[in-house]
């Protein structure tokens, strides 16, 4: 009888042991799954905005230059998206900052996007390094700075 | 004498039941374990690494010397990182004074091609990978002729480096056909 007894009380601790890892790893992965989700999102909005027409090097037809963004275009941008924030490009990428750096040759700062989530528990920031085409420096041919695009999305 | 003999059978079964039932859990809980353990990367974490090499070193191959390193008042343009550069460094290595005598973004001295683009290249990536806590290792190579050994073009740049034993992604060889031979560009990035 009392071997019995001694079994089934290993038996119990063992199940709570199981019971309580299993919740604890749950919690866990729930975590996981969130933050998965949110670098999805990340990775998707940094996406969006490395091939944005709006952004983009371009000439006329031709393919369009990877990995490049128009200076011109980056300071008209500016504007319009603050302008339309709210009615257009909020659907595109919700709560997100978007930012250009340059680094060389000078160190200009774009604040394309910034909507902050008021109450955002979490943020995510991808980096992706671009070169930034100046149709204007250059005396013959166009000027390549070197700089980044930041993208921070937050839940 | 026969029911002590049952008696004893019966507790023995229940033992093993009770052993069997124990090595039952242990082996769920080694399961759990082994997929916590075994959990791959993130997907956003390897798109991430392998498109941060590719776009750095896509643009930095882009990347134009500006007007303010007073460099190219020989040649057509702004000399290109990745072409005029690197081409008047493998061309040149060997000689004191090259083409291009551009100013470097640390030292503010005209420096000879190759030593400019040891501090260009230092600069762009320690201003990005860097202040971003990445490791990183670049690599600029001359194969002067087909078969010849590889030489490095300048000193590989890095910050902690990327050894093979890592868990690394790399840009991808950015060949520069030049005069000199074939020089290959490439860019190892890991956590």
């Known amino acids: ?155 | 004498m026969i029911s002590n003999l049952l008696k004893n059978d019966n507790r023995g079964q229940m033992e093993v039941i009770g052993l069997v039932i124990i090595v039952i859990l242990i082996a769920l809980g080694m399961l759990f374990m082994a997929t916590f353990a075994l959990q791959s990367e993130p997907q956003k974490k390897i798109f991430t690494r392998k498109g941060l090499a590719y776009s750095t070193m896509s643009a930095l191959m882009k990347t134009t010397v500006s007007k303010d390193s007073a460099c190219y008042s020989l040649s057509q343009g702004a000399p290109k990182i990745g072409g005029d550069v690197i081409e008047d460094c493998a061309k040149y290595r060997d000689v004191d004074i090259s083409i291009y005598q551009c100013m470097g973004p640390y030292s503010g001295k005209a420096l000879h091609s190759c030593a400019f683009l040891q501090e260009m290249i230092t600069y762009s990536l320690d201003k990005t990978l860097g202040s971003w806590n990445k490791h990183y290792e670049f690599h600029s190579q001359l194969i002067p002729f087909q078969g010849e050994k590889p030489i490095d073009l300048i000193e590989p740049v890095m910050s902690e480096g990327c050894p093979k034993w890592k868990e690394r992604d790399s840009s991808g060889l950015f060949p520069i056909n030049t005069e000199a031979g074939l020089v290959e560009n490439t860019l190892y990035l890991c956590d």
């Open chain 1, 1 to 155: 009888m009392t071997e019995t007894i001694a079994i089934l009380f290993i038996f119990f601790v063992l199940l709570l042991f199981g019971v309580i890892f299993y919740f604890r790893y749950q919690k866990i992965a729930l975590q996981e799954k969130q933050e998965e989700l949110l670098g999805t999102r990340a990775m998707e909005s940094t996406l969006k905005t490395l091939f944005m027409s709006e952004l983009i090097c371009s000439r006329g037809e031709a393919e369009p230059e990877d990995n490049c963004f128009d200076v011109l275009k980056l300071n008209a941008t500016q504007e319009t998206m603050q302008k339309y924030l709210d009615e257009y490009y909020f659907e595109i990428f919700s709560y997100a900052t978007i930012t250009v750096q340059e680094t060389y040759p000078e160190n200009k700062t774009w604040i394309l996007y910034d909507k902050q989530k008021p109450d955002f528990t979490r943020k995510e920031p991808t980096f992706f390094v671009v070169t930034l085409k100046d149709e204007l420096a250059g005396d013959n041919q166009p000027e390549y700075g070197f700089g980044y695009v930041a993208v921070t999305v937050y839940s």
